[in-house]
Each structure stands twice: as structure tokens, then as C-alpha cells.
């Protein structure tokens, strides 16, 4: 069984709408408690579909899962390396973390290949050099990675890309190893830091998370903490764009302002209305006046890829030509095609997006081709006219967090059913 939401659209949302615990830190910091040769909470976890699959990823692997509300206790004392060949590895990309995290513990992990989002070819070479300078040899057997090392001693890795995963996985496999790992051209996302806190918490030594260069010393074991995830920069966007588009006045709570910089000044050019107040950003929304904007997707400072999508459908409303580029996944442009059904003026070329606005929106039936396609449609769908139905909703409930009761308590309309 399938699940569409129907949104009905043209109401605008008013009130408060709490953000959620950073699912792309979440799905990293979960592999990561198997370092630990004890218990370790993690407080603020996000009620999201990628979360339920890692939990049974640990589970197979003996570990002690426990979720009550949002508090996560993993006790990985009693943890057995099995092959990891279940269907949960390819529900999720991070499934890829606990190639690090089991190499750096046990020295061998057997794992079939990562699943996630199509966004166009997502490589893993960068992950697989950095387990090989680390002393370890990568086979791919039958479908799935065998890594293993007789030892892990530390090396110095230059990424010729900064690559979230790659930095968090290489980091995980190195905490462990012997002597100093430096990671050259890191990623410096907030997920970064946020699991680079975890680890210190557990015993760990790094250094530099939030700049180019990490560097780690190795240790001999890593035992239990407590740990509180950061609110998600992402998730904290879509609301930004939410309430920019469909909102009178919202307020987005528990959010870090700095992590959000690229999107406010995007949604300011635009002609957005916001108020920075504290752990909150309060948005005048409305559509009069919008104004077409340029934007290119980076790495972090930069904006983010995951929020190009829903911003797309806000550069729709907004009168004149808006150029996106997407340097990060040039792929990333299927929700335009679903945007285009429901009235939008949308042209691709290669990796550029050409937004002919403002043109008026009309409910119909959409397919969530990924996770931020779904959060692109679902901001179309509160906006059209009439109804929307949005397919395939598994990707959405892969990484937004009860998104249909924060949008209701917020006065949108939806609803879900199940098809065949
Ligand atoms: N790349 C390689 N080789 C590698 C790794 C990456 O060529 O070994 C390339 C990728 O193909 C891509 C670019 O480098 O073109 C960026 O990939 P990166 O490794 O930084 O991304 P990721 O770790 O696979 C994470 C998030 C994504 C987010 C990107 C970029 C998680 C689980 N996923 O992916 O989140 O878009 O960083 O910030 O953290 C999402 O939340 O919707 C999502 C897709």
C-alpha cells in the first residue's frame, strides 16, 4: 500500500511551527554510537522514516535500540557484525555511515551498496579512498562492499570534493585508527561539527570540524554520553519558504539564524519580509510583489541543494526570470517537470533551471520523485488552486518530521489515504 496526501490549497497559515532534530546529522550520528563500548543517548530525534531503517539496521547488528518521544538510547555493548544485505540498507544513503563506523570498530564491515534519493549519480570513490589510505581493502562481492583492515593507522586524505559523507565517514573509521588522520578539503556543513561533538563526547580527539582541515588522533576506545542533535537547517528552510509563500505571519522556532543565512538573504532579495528574534525567524508571508532571483547551489556556506527545490517553486510566484544552478547534483531537477503540471514556466538546460514567473498554480495529481522534489510540491500545492494530490509521500516521510500536523496546526488542509 501506497500513500498520496491531498492538499487543499489558498489558505493561509498563521502561528508557530517547531523545527525538528537535523535529519542529515541524525542518520550520521546513529551509525556513529557503534563506536561507543557503551550506551549513548541522543535527545531531539526527528520522527522521520530514514531514522526507523537505521533502527533496524542496529538491531540486526545486536544493539539495544530504545526510542521513547525523542529520545534515543543505543547500546551497542553486545554489537555482532553480521553482513548487512537487508532491504533497510537501501532505504537510506547514510546506511553508508556504518561502513565507516564498523570498519573503525570491529575492522571488517560486509555491507550491500547504500540506497537514498535519485538525484543523478551519487558515487561513493571519495568514502572508499579515504577506507583505503586508512590501510583497508575494498572488495565488491556479489552486490555488496567488503572492507577490511588488519590495522587502520592513521593518513592524510585530500578530498577532490568536500563531501559530507566522505568527511563523516572517513572520520569514523579514523577515531579508532592509530596515530594522526588529517582530512584536507573537509566538508564544513553543520552535520559535520554536530557529529564531531558526539564523537569528542565519546573520547574522541579531532580537531578543526567547521574548516577545511580536520585533524584526528586516534584513541583507544570510545565510551557512552548524552547528546542533543542540532535543529535542521533544512527542514528550518522549507518552513522559511512555506511561510514566505502561504503564510501571513509564522514563526519558525528552534533554529540556528546563522546556519539559514543564504536562504533569508535569497528570500530578502525576493521581497520576503522576515524577523530574526532569538532561536526564531518570524515571516511576513505573501505573494504580491515577489521578485525573481538567481541562485547557485554550493557547499555549505553557500545555499544549500536541498533547499533549491522548494525555493524553485517560490521563484514561480515571483514576476520576471529566475536562473538556478545546481553545482552540488546536476541532476536535482525532477520537481520541475511536476511544477510545470501544475501551470508553472519552468525550462531546463544541463544543470541550469530557467523559472519564467509569476504564473498562477492548479492542484492536480503530482508524483514526490525524492525527498525535496516532495517539499518543492507539497509549497506548490498550498498555494494552487483546488485540490493536489502528491504521490509516492514515502520520500517526504523520509526527512520532514510530522511535516502533515505541523502544516495543519499551522490552518493548512490536508489529509492522507492510502491507495493500492
Ligand atoms: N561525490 C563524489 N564521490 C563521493 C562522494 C560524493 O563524487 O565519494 C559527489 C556527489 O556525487 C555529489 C557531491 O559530491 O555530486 C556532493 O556529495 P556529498 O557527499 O557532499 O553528499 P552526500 O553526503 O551524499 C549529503 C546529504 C544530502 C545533501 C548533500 C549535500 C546526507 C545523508 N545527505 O549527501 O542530503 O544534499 O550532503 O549537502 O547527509 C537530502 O537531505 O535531501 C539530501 C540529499
Known amino acids: 500500500m501506497a500513500e498520496v496526501i491531498a492538499i487543499e490549497g489558498g489558505h493561509k497559515l498563521n502561528g508557530t511551527v517547531v523545527v525538528s ?38 538491531k540486526e547488528l545486536n544493539c539495544n535500540v530504545a526510542l521513547e518521544e525523542d529520545t534515543l538510547i543505543i547500546d551497542p555493548t553486545h554489537l555482532e557484525n553480521i553482513s548487512l544485505v537487508s532491504e533497510a540498507v537501501d532505504k537510506l544513503r547514510a546506511s553508508y555511515y556504518l561502513m565507516g563506523a564498523l570498519l573503525g570498530k570491529c575492522k571488517k564491515v560486509t ?5 537514498g534519493c535519485f538525484l543523478g549519480p551519487r558515487p561513493i570513490d571519495l568514502h572508499i579512498k579515504g577506507f583505503e589510505a586508512l590501510g583497508a581493502t575494498v572488495e565488491f562481492v556479489n552486490g555488496c562492499h567488503v572492507i577490511e583492515a588488519k590495522e587502520l593507522k592513521g593518513a592524510t586524505i585530500y578530498l577532490d570534493f568536500a563531501s559530507v559523507g566522505a568527511t563523516i565517514n572517513i572520520m569514523l573509521a579514523a577515531v579508532k585508527a592509530t596515530g594522526r588522520t ?3 578539503n573537509a566538508a564544513k556543513e553543520p552535520e559535520i561539527i554536530d557529529v564531531v561533538n558526539l564523537l569528542t563526547k565519546m ?3 579531532i580537531r578543526g570540524a567547521g574548516t577545511d582541515t580536520i585533524t584526528i588522533d586516534g584513541v583507544e576506545s570510545l565510551h557512552g554520553c548524552d547528546h542533543e542533535i542540532i535543529p535542521d537547517r533544512i527542514e528550518a528552510g522549507t ?5 514566505a509563500a502561504a503564510g501571513e505571519k509564522v514563526i519558525v522556532q528552534n533554529v540556528i ?50 533547499l533549491q527545490q522548494p525555493l524553485t517553486t517560490l521563484l514561480t510566484q515571483a514576476s520576471g526570470c529566475s536562473q538556478v544552478v545546481e553545482t552540488i547534483y546536476p541532476e536535482r531537477f525532477k520537481h520541475c517537470d511536476e511544477l510545470n503540471k501544475m501551470g508553472a514556466n519552468i525550462e531546463k538546460c544541463d544543470s541550469m533551471a530557467y523559472i519564467h514567473g509569476s504564473t498562477p498554480l492548479t492542484g492536480t495529481s503530482v508524483q514526490a520523485t525524492d525527498l525535496r522534489c516532495g517539499a518543492a510540491l507539497v509549497v506548490a500545492a498550498l498555494i494552487a488552486n483546488g485540490v493536489t494530490e502528491i504521490g509516492n509521500v514515502y520520500h517526504i516521510d523520509r526527512g520532514y518530521s510530522n511535516i502533515d500536523q505541523k502544516l ?3 490552518g493548512a488542509r490536508i489529509t492522507r489515504r492510502e491507495i493500492d
Open 239 to 243: 518552513f522559511l519558504v512555506i511561510a
Open 21 to 58: 532534530g537535523a535529519k542529515n546529522a541524525t542518520v550520521a550520528l546513529i551509525p556513529a554510537t557503534v563506536l561507543a563500548d557503551g550506551p549513548v543517548t541522543i535527545y531531539g530525534v526527528p520522527e522521520i522514516s530514514d531514522v526507523d531503517a537505521l533502527g533496524v539496521l542496529l
Open 257 to 306: 539564524p546563522q546556519h539559514l543565512e543564504a536562504v533569508t538573504s535569497k528570500l530578502r532579495e525576493m521581497g520576503t519580509k522576515m524577523e530574526i528574534v532569538g532561536d526564531s525567524i518570524i515571516v511576513y508571508g505573501g505573494l504580491d510583489n515577489l521578485v525573481a532571483t538567481d541562485i547557485r547551489t554550493q557547499i555549505y556556506p553557500g545555499f544549500a541543494t536541498d
Open 203 to 205: 573520547g574522541a580527539n
Open 111 to 115: 555491507m550491500r551498496a547504500p540506497g
Open 182 to 184: 588529517i582530512i584536507e
Open 408 to 410: 495543519i496546526s499551522l
